[in-house]
């Protein structure tokens, strides 16, 4: 198993908890978070790598929050 499947999997572990994947605006340009507490992980936030929300959202059981100013355009994403 190659590093990028297992940081999915570490990724969707903490979605499986509540946790939802979302992108946010930083002084930076835009970032990807898991956001939520869980028994293991409590604090606002950890940064995920573009390269691997992007495999995330790809995954059979993550769906989008639909939550984006415009239609198809999602800022969150769980797990189904």
Do not use: C
């Not at 956001?35 to 059979?60: D, F, L, Q």
Request: positive net charge; aromatic residues 6%; hydrophobic residues 35%.
């Amino acid at each position: 198993m190659s590093n990028l499947s297992r940081a999915v999997d570490r990724v969707k572990d903490r979605m499986r908890s509540g946790a939802v994947l979302m992108m946010m605006n930083s002084v930076h340009g835009k970032k990807w978070y898991v956001v939520g507490t869980n028994n293991s992980y409590k604090g606002p936030g950890r940064e995920v790598a573009p390269e691997i929300a992007a495999k995330v959202i790809k995954e059979e059981d993550v769906r989008e929050g639909k939550d984006g100013l415009f239609p198809g355009i999602s800022q969150t994403y769980r797990i189904a």
